[in-house]
């Protein structure tokens, strides 16, 4: 590989930082034997819109993002024989998209506010590159109008709708006077501005609580918070401002009705230029935390085929009525009478495209572009069909065990993501080694799988996650994996609150049946008896100790302990288990795997099954991943668990006068001082995360003897940051 560093012009002649332009020959594949964007594993290419190499195209293409989408996009770029240049900040200098791209530009510090949000530093990477188009992606710059319209003032085409358009259906308070004046269904609500916190209660009193509080130029959850009373709009009205200003540089805030239980249901669109629009059918997004979206469908098990053809209508005449072409996004509520209300357009592409383009078979990132350089799509409404079923889990590095997902940061020190499956597709913009960091959204992958119908597909899930290995950081595959086998997900019955209906007291793990956990606690002991064995097989080099017919142990999960008894053998180069548990159950278990792989692929009593082991040592600790939730067990001779069975127990640290931070972040506010009385429940800091403003109270009453943190510090997870008397 051949690199090639030259120095660029100067962001602003208030700076001195410099771009730095990197080229390179790019190792990815080429548009000559790229026959299909991406595969579904084994099973080959699943998009039919094949590229024609006789179109014309642009020749190069910036594209203004990061991470998984910014790789996406570059994929596409170089099945069709297009040049890309990826911009990044300091942070993102080696990542994975960087390493994609044709050309890359530093365009700042890690502050997305001064680097992937900085229009004029990108225009001027782009006239310097001389790359003819922009793809935004999603986030970040991809719906702002100011943004397009440089982009259109300097003859450089932006990948994505009009500014028009954008700024039409981009301001979620002016988008719901065109809305209502193209018959689409509305949600009650106020259309103008809410400006101040006690307007925000006026208004959200004369539309009735519960209420919706919401950025207008929001997205992705940001700026989105319910209040149910006066107390709760003042509060979520602050912390959504701040959201909204620091996320999207625009703090306009609006208030509409809160449809309590409804599913989320969206329409993807795709129109040319020529005012050809079209519909490709729905994704169910109604699996959310804070707003935001954790699991996604497509088909949507709830609609019928009358209620589909009404929607999508209803998203057309939308589209219609700003002049909108390339990919967008019609977002519906939908009662339990399936009457659907307007919620907003993403003038942009989705985060959960894939699914779309698995049922659909199109390409969305190459329609995109064609239509930004003046083609007319290739498909009429009748030519749109649904094939299978695909769902979407976004993993994240984030604590499920925390508000169903609080942010973590770290290290990557393992890393395999499991596209070697059939009919699983990974969207990543990370490889082992990679930074999560707490500058920006923490998805790690955008894990789909594909299936002839909603079945298969969720098998395919399940065995795609319990493959996933993910080491350094925290993730929310736990979450992930009980979600998809719970049962009312697995019957549909699902909304948005579907997370605090199903886990009212927060997620606390996989519950295991007892069955389950004799299972576990079996696979333990057949793990102990592996590494006794291995160590038995060195010692062996070096005396005449034989090794034992079996092994007992005594295997402890918490408080659930079991008695085993394993007797190993070898058959037809397998190791095979039989274990006994508690003299009652008679288990066979049988393997080839290596104590050094994370991945641990079994035949447990005849069936197939996957779990990983995360850890072991020589004390008998024994760490498993078993149906995507971390246990810890600790595996003993039957002797050392007589003994350890009489040792006194630790003492409990009392934590009720200490606050924590559970996530890192950045100190945003402060509201208490040493020496004040504070109530139970009382806000006592803001700390941001990943662009989330997460108030933090206190556990108790009492009095303020330390505050450890001020305003605009980064604090990590863990940090002491109040203590009282």
């Not at 450089?156 to 988008?175: L, R, T």
């Not at 977002?331 to 399936?338: A, Q, W």
């Not at 576990?520 to 070096?542: E, M, P, T």
Request: hydrophobic fraction near 35%; glycine fraction near 8%; charged fraction near 25%.
């Amino acid at each position: 590989m051949h690199f090639l560093w030259t120095l660029g012009a100067r962001s602003s002649p208030s700076s001195n930082r410099f771009l730095l332009l990197k080229r390179f020959q790019s190792t990815q594949t080429t548009a000559k034997n790229a026959k299909s964007i991406f595969t579904y594993g084994k099973d080959g290419h699943y998009f039919r819109d094949r590229i024609d190499p006789n179109e014309s195209k642009f020749s190069k293409i910036l594209i203004a993002n990061r991470g998984e989408i910014a790789c996406r996009i570059i994929r596409t770029c170089q099945a069709m024989g297009i040049k890309t240049v990826a911009v990044h900040s300091d942070v993102d200098s080696n990542s994975l998209f960087v390493k994609m791209a044709d050309e890359a530009v530093c365009i700042g510090p890690a502050q997305a506010k001064l680097s992937y949000l900085n229009e004029d530093i990108i225009l001027n990477a782009v006239k310097q590159t001389g790359a003819e188009a922009v793809h935004p992606g999603y986030g970040f710059l991809s719906e702002n109008t100011k943004f397009a319209k440089k982009l259109a003032d300097n003859n450089v085409e932006f990948i994505g709708p009009s500014s028009k358009s954008i700024e039409a259906m981009g301001d979620k308070i002016h988008s719901k006077v065109i809305a209502r004046k193209a018959n689409v269904s509305m949600i009650p609500g106020y259309d103008g501005e809410v400006k101040d916190e006690d307007e925000c209660i006026r208004v959200s009193n004369d539309i009735g609580y519960p209420v919706m509080i919401k950025a207008s130029a929001g997205g992705g959850g940001k700026g989105m918070r319910v209040a149910w009373n006066d107390k709760e709009a003042r509060e979520n009205f602050r912390l959504c401002k701040g959201e909204a200003a620091s996320s999207f540089g625009d703090d306009r805030m609006l208030v509409e009705k809160f449809i309590d239980n409804p599913r989320h249901i969206e329409f993807q669109i795709l129109g040319d230029k020529s005012g050809n629009i079209l519909y490709l059918n729905e994704r169910e997004c109604s699996i959310q935390r804070r707003n935001q979206k954790v699991i996604e469908e497509a088909p949507s098990v709830f609609l019928d085929k009358e209620t589909r053809r009404k929607m999508g209508e209803e998203a057309v005449q939308l589209a219609h009525a700003v002049g909108y072409y390339s990919a967008g996004t019609v977002e519906f509520m939908v009662d339990s009478k399936r009457n659907f209300y307007f919620l907003e357009m993403n003038t942009r592409l989705q985060v959960e495209h894939p699914i779309t383009e698995a049922t659909t078979g199109i390409d969305l990132v190459h329609q995109m572009i064609r239509v930004a350089k003046g083609h007319k799509l290739n498909y009429k409404q009748e030519d749109i069909t649904m094939k299978g079923w695909a769902f979407e889990c976004r993993v994240y590095a984030e604590d499920p065990y925390k508000a169903f997902g609080l942010p973590s940061i770290g290290r990557l020190t393992s890393y395999k993501d499991p596209s070697h499956i059939p009919n699983v597709r990974c969207d990543s913009g990370i490889t082992e080694g990679s930074e999560i960091s707490l500058y920006y959204d923490p998805l790690i992958c955008k894990l789909t799988t594909f299936g002839n119908d909603r079945q298969a597909a969720l098998a395919t899930m399940a065995q795609a996650l319990d493959s996933y290995v993910i080491r350094g950081v925290t993730n929310n595959i736990p979450l992930l994996r009980d979600i998809i086998t719970e049962e009312r997900f697995v019957s549909g019955d699902i909304s948005t609150k579907y997370l605090p209906q199903v886990y009212p007291e927060g997620f606390k793990g996989k519950q295991l049946k007892d069955t389950e956990r004799e299972s576990l606690v079996a696979l333990a002991a057949c793990v102990a008896v592996k590494g006794a064995l291995r160590d038995r097989s060195f010692k062996r080099q070096h005396s005449n100790v034989t090794r034992p017919t079996d092994y007992e142990y005594e295997v402890r999960l918490n408080d659930f302990k079991r008695k085993i008894r394993v007797t190993p053998s070898e058959k037809d180069g397998m190791k095979e288990f039989h274990v006994d548990v508690d003299g009652k159950q008679n288990i066979t278990i049988k393997d080839n795997f290596k104590l050094g792989d994370h991945v641990l692929k079994i035949d447990f009593n005849g069936q197939p099954f996957t779990m990983q082991l995360y850890k072991m040592d020589a004390t008998g600790n024994v760490t498993l991943i078993y149906l995507g939730t971390k246990y810890e067990l600790r595996v003993l001779p039957q002797r050392a668990a007589k003994y350890m069975s009489i040792m006194p127990a630790k003492k409990q640290i009392d934590l009720a006068s200490v606050l924590i931070s559970p996530m890192p972040g950045i100190v945003k506010s402060v509201s208490v001082k040493v020496g004040e009385r504070v109530a139970d429940g009382q806000e006592v800091c803001v700390v941001e995360a990943m662009k989330m403003q997460n108030k933090l109270t206190a556990g108790r009453a009492g009095v303020v003897k330390f505050v450890g943190i001020k305003e605009g510090e980064t604090v990590e997870d863990g940090k002491i940051l109040i203590e009282l008397e």
